[in-house]
């Protein structure tokens, strides 16, 4: 016989007392909330947690099982807030998947042997369109962790990016791939190589 002091917690998941009994290690919002309120409660009564074999004929056992279910396909995940663990799973998977997508850029699945860009010319033609296509160009300079390219000696009016070099020469990005030594050759023509 129990006394009025005494709270039993009969239940047949053996996992979920282990759970609980792990309280250090707890965090997600249910588990912390059952905690919560079994802190509140022991104040005043002692709390004791006794499993219960399943499926073994014990009487009333399929009516509690019946009842669990029940509480489980409610919708509950609406009407509750994330904890940090929670949110932070779920933002890995998140990353995870989109890690596992294959990027859209136009160079991507470019096919060429030892690299994204075949060009058939010497060494200063294929290092000049490859700093122009990565963006690492002679122009561009860091101070004080800012990107500061220099002034455009075509234009002078603004930073000599490669996407403006492109744009004052008449070209896009595009043509990087599809025409690189075109694109060499209007660089060179315009005297923007010194920036490239």
Same mark, same amino acid.
């Given at each position: 016989?129990?006394?009025?002091?005494?709270?039993?917690?009969?239940?047949?998941?053996?996992?979920?007392?282990?759970?609980?009994?792990?309280?250090?290690?707890?965090?997600?919002?249910?588990?912390?909330?059952?905690?919560?309120?079994?802190?509140?409660?022991? @104040?005043?009564?002692?709390?004791? %947690?006794?499993?219960?074999?399943?499926?073994?004929?014990? %009487?009333?056992?399929?009516?509690?099982?019946?009842?669990?279910?029940?509480?489980?396909?409610?919708?509950?995940?609406?009407?509750?807030?994330?904890? =940090?663990?929670?949110? =932070?799973?779920?933002?890995?998977?998140?990353? @995870?998947?989109?890690?596992?997508?294959?990027?859209?850029?136009?160079?991507?699945?470019?096919?060429?042997?030892?690299?994204?860009?075949?060009?058939?010319?010497?060494?200063?033609?294929?290092?000049?369109?490859?700093?122009?296509?990565?963006?690492?160009?002679?122009?561009?300079? =860091?101070?004080?962790?800012?990107?500061?390219?220099?002034?455009?000696?075509?234009?002078?009016?603004?930073?000599?990016?490669?996407?403006?070099?492109? %744009?004052?020469?008449?070209?896009?990005?595009?043509?990087?791939?599809?025409?690189?030594?075109?694109?060499?050759? %209007?660089?060179?023509?315009?005297?923007?190589?010194?920036?490239?």
């Amino acid at each position: 016989m129990t006394s009025p002091d005494e709270i039993w917690i009969l239940c047949d998941s053996r996992s979920a007392i282990q759970h609980l009994s792990d309280w250090t290690n707890v965090g997600d919002k249910t588990s912390v909330s059952i905690l919560k309120n079994l802190k509140e409660l022991s @104040q005043q009564h002692e709390i004791y %947690f006794q499993w219960i074999p399943s499926h073994i004929g014990l %009487f009333g056992n399929d009516t509690a099982d019946l009842l669990a279910k029940e509480g489980v396909t409610e919708d509950l995940m609406s009407r509750r807030t994330l904890t =940090f663990s929670e949110i =932070f799973s779920k933002t890995k998977s998140l990353i @995870q998947e989109l890690w596992k997508t294959p990027p859209t850029h136009p160079w991507y699945n470019r096919q060429a042997p030892g690299g994204a860009l075949s060009i058939k010319a010497d060494r200063v033609v294929q290092t000049t369109i490859s700093r122009l296509a990565s963006g690492h160009i002679r122009g561009l300079s =860091f101070h004080l962790g800012q990107k500061i390219y220099e002034n455009c000696t075509k234009c002078n009016l603004v930073q000599a990016t490669p996407d403006h070099l492109l %744009f004052c020469a008449g070209l896009d990005r595009e043509n990087i791939y599809s025409s690189p030594l075109l694109v060499y050759d %209007f660089l060179r023509t315009l005297g923007l190589m010194d920036l490239v």
